[in-house]
């Protein structure tokens, strides 16, 4: 391990317009922050990269804050933060319910939602919230600032529209109407990789996203369509096995994620279902 690390390059910005600066002017530079998944992959001997910018210092990307109707997280907020904000817990209470099944206390501590976001796996616990509520990411880049609608910056397994020179600064959360529901199914409820996941928001037009049923986080838009206009949930559930993708591989099977994704499915509408039409 220290022969490892000894031919590693760690750059340490001095403030987040000197990132920028360097991600354009001195590549290749990978952003690290809390090193939750690098730390996997350096233990591994999987790693690829050899020159890191630490972020970690950079307390103004901590901020949780809400700008007019707007819940804005700093993508350097962790998970510990995220579950004591009082901002997350009145508009958004079901990221808390996603960060408590994020590995354990130590992870907590260390992990941050901008590295789970530009992590990129279908697998995020996070991930299917900020699809669920149609959050913005917000990208800055030594030239400019840019926002990408949530669902729309994925483009493949691990793969996003973010650039090279660009860092993820925040993500943005607009006010949300109706109830919120988020599931893990997992070997374990935290410290275990999800099987499946799933966020929603229970409305007249309700939202539905999954992980780790598909390359991707994903929205099931025939499902959604289906139940805002009252259509049963018998039909609703044969229409997200249609909508999702799922593989096999070490941790289940598809026919498994099929199964499960339609059993949370009628788990929150029947948990979300007004008390007279339960």
């Avoid at 929603?200 to 996203?209: C, D, G, L, Y």
């Avoid at 941790?251 to 499960?260: G, I, K, M, N, Q």
């Amino acid at each position: 391990m220290k022969g490892i690390v000894s031919a590693l390059e760690l750059v340490e910005p001095r403030s987040l317009e000197h990132a920028l600066r360097l991600l354009r002017d001195d590549a290749p530079l990978t952003p690290l922050a809390g090193c939750t998944d690098l730390y996997v992959l350096l233990n591994f001997g999987t790693l690829a990269e050899r020159r890191f910018l630490n972020l970690w210092k950079l307390n103004a990307l901590r901020r949780i804050e809400l700008r007019g109707d707007v819940l804005a997280i700093g993508a350097l907020a962790t998970y510990s933060q995220l579950i004591r904000s009082r901002h997350v817990r009145q508009r958004l209470p079901m990221l808390i319910d996603a960060a408590r099944e994020v590995g354990g206390a130590q992870i907590q501590n260390r992990g941050t939602i901008g590295g789970n976001i530009a992590n990129a796996s279908p697998a995020g616990d996070t991930l299917p919230v900020f699809a669920a509520v149609d959050a913005t990411v917000v990208l800055r880049s030594a030239d400019g600032e840019r926002r990408v609608a949530f669902n729309e910056f994925y483009t493949g397994y691990r793969k996003s529209v973010m650039r090279a020179d660009e860092l993820i600064t925040a993500v943005e959360i607009p006010a949300i109407e109706g109830r919120q529901w988020f599931r893990k199914v997992g070997t374990r409820a935290a410290q275990a990789i999800s099987k499946v996941v799933m966020a929603a928001v229970r409305a007249p037009a309700p939202r539905i996203a999954l992980g780790s049923v598909a390359p991707v986080v994903l929205r099931v838009p025939l499902t959604e369509a289906w139940l805002s206009s009252g259509g049963s949930i018998e039909e609703a559930a044969a229409l997200i096995e249609r909508e999702i993708h799922p593989i096999d591989d070490v941790r289940s099977t598809a026919l498994y994620r099929r199964r499960v994704a339609v059993n949370l499915l009628r788990r929150f509408w029947l948990d979300t279902a007004a008390p007279d039409t339960a």
